[in-house]
């Protein structure tokens, strides 16, 4: 697989976790106890944000820039919205009793309906998002593979902490022959 082809991969894969994030605060909102680390109130956090801010931002040096700009004031916008039901949900701290009984939440009435209109705005926000993301897809895929080179991502295998000496002027010291 080229460069291009994994750095477009890694923007579907992106794709993927934005949406199973949009799902998970619908189940969190709807009453459905869901794993609190993968809501991070953080967007660096999440495996969106951690792709957006470590890969796709490197291609603002090409065409991209605005496209990426509205994109990080959508996420921004859509992590404040869902920093309010994250607190409802998951500030106040469950007491071991009522979890075991099998109470979801300690939010009241009223704060469940706040979560509810707060993820209804998420929601709408996360429709624009979607919209910049197949623009983004788009400006990439027609991005030629020399310019997806220069997009680097850090992989454990390609980094090397020491360089290879080559040739018989290195001297290893009294233990080398």
Known sequence: MNTKEKNMCRLYKARTAHLKWVNSVKLLVSGVSVDKKYLTPLAQDSDLGQWFYNEAKQFAQFNSKNVLEEMEELLDEMYDIY??????????????????????????????????????????????????????????????????????VFEEEEISTVPEESGDDYYHGPRSH
């Open 83 to 152: 920093t309010k039901i994250y607190s409802i949900y998951f500030a106040k701290e469950q007491s071991t009793l009522k979890a075991f009984l099998g109470f979801k939440s300690n939010a009241s009435k009223y704060e469940m309906e706040l979560a509810s209109r707060c993820y209804e705005d998420l929601v709408e926000l996360s429709d624009k998002f979607k919209n910049k993301f197949g623009v983004l897809e788009r400006q990439l895929l027609a991005l030629g593979d020399p310019k997806h080179e220069m997009v680097r």
